[in-house]
């Protein structure tokens, strides 16, 4: 016997593809850039969700981060807090924007999914290895 999954205040995903006009689109409301994301790191209100396949996560892990990959995401939605501001993402965005827009979906108001590749990511998060964000002191 399989859960049921009950979502109290379900936004119909035509109303979620209605909010994507060109202005929403060229401005990137629905994301938040790499650079703008590592500075809420294990900030208390902010939560990543990383949708990559447990493959991908296990090959590369972000240890701030939950991991739900995005075929698993209609089950566990109950794990996602609801409370907290999330921030999608995967290694090339495309999940990340679909995750987006099943949360939303699903009641979630403050989210955004990550503009920008994991490479990035690891880069701004990891000291002294591949890169960072901005100049170098």
Do not use: W
Request: glycine share 6%; net charge negative.
């Amino acid at each position: 016997m399989q859960n049921k999954i009950v979502v109290l205040n379900p936004v119909p995903f035509a109303d979620i593809l209605h909010e994507m006009d060109l202005e929403f689109l060229v401005l990137g409301e629905y994301g938040i850039t790499v650079e703008e994301a590592v500075k809420f790191v294990n900030h208390e209100h902010f939560v990543f969700l990383d949708l990559r396949t447990t493959e991908e996560h296990d090959h590369l892990q972000f240890p701030f981060a939950m991991h739900i990959p995005i075929s698993e995401l209609p089950e566990r939605i109950e794990e996602v807090p609801k409370d907290k501001f999330i921030i999608t993402f995967c290694l090339t965005g495309f999940r990340a924007a679909m995750g987006y827009a099943y949360l939303r979906t699903q009641g979630f108001d403050e989210i955004k999914a990550l503009k920008g590749r994991l490479d990035e990511m690891a880069g701004a998060v990891t000291p002294k290895r591949f890169y960072r964000l901005g100049p170098i002191n």
